[in-house]
């Protein structure tokens, strides 16, 4: 009888190479996840240079790209860039072959949600979740309301505080949500089934 693999035996496999096979199967499966061919990046590092987060990224764009392509699962599943990506689509505008390197790092969340991966981020779920409800709610996002909810269930009410009074008080922040006239048709997209984050 096999039994399963304890956390520490889990670790030492995610940390090893992998097997050509193993490296094939986990490129095709990013390919068909994100819908895009990262094979033709040329390591230019323009979309780490164009990236307003980079700074914040223990991992920069070009480097992910690279890292999938080598099969380096264990780092790239648990670093920090993968949930720090905004998907502003700023680097793929200035990708010379026009990757969508926002595309990639949705499908990496969505693998290392599926692997049990820890967020390297801490609370950055809870974010994701109040973005999909209010979509789900109103058809579109209501920042007010993500955010006052992401505050109560993340606990850190008062950081913060002030960027979003100056928001408030310059009408960057609407106190009522709006929904779009056809809210029922978002929100029976959601019916039956359950947030990819």
């Keep these: 009888m096999v039994r399963p693999a ?9 940390s090893l190479p992998l097997t050509p096979m193993d490296l094939f199967e986990f490129n095709r499966s990013m390919q068909k996840a994100s819908g895009e061919n990262y094979n033709r990046c040329l390591q230019c590092r323009t979309c780490s240079a164009a990236c307003p987060f980079s700074r914040a990224m223990d991992v920069k764009p070009n480097q992910i790209l690279r890292m999938i392509q080598f099969g380096m699962t264990g780092k790239l599943l648990s670093c920090s ?56 709610r109103h058809g579109r996002t209501h920042k007010l309301g993500i955010m006052m909810r992401y505050k109560f269930t993340s606990g850190d009410l008062l950081s913060d505080m002030d960027v979003g009074l100056k928001m ?24 039956g089934k359950e947030h990819v984050y």
């Design 6 to 14: 304890d956390k520490t035996e889990q670790k030492n496999r995610a």
């Design 168 to 191: 408030l008080t310059r009408g960057k922040l609407e106190l009522m949500p709006k929904s779009i006239k056809d809210a029922a048709k978002v929100e029976s997209m959601f019916n």
């Design 81 to 136: 860039t993968i949930w720090l990506c905004v998907g502003c689509h700023t680097c793929t505008s200035y990708c010379p072959m026009n990757i969508d390197i926002p595309s990639v790092m949705d499908a990496l969340r969505a693998r290392a949600l599926k692997d049990g991966v820890k967020p390297a981020e801490p609370n950055i779920l809870n974010f994701h979740h109040q973005v999909l409800d209010s979509i789900r």
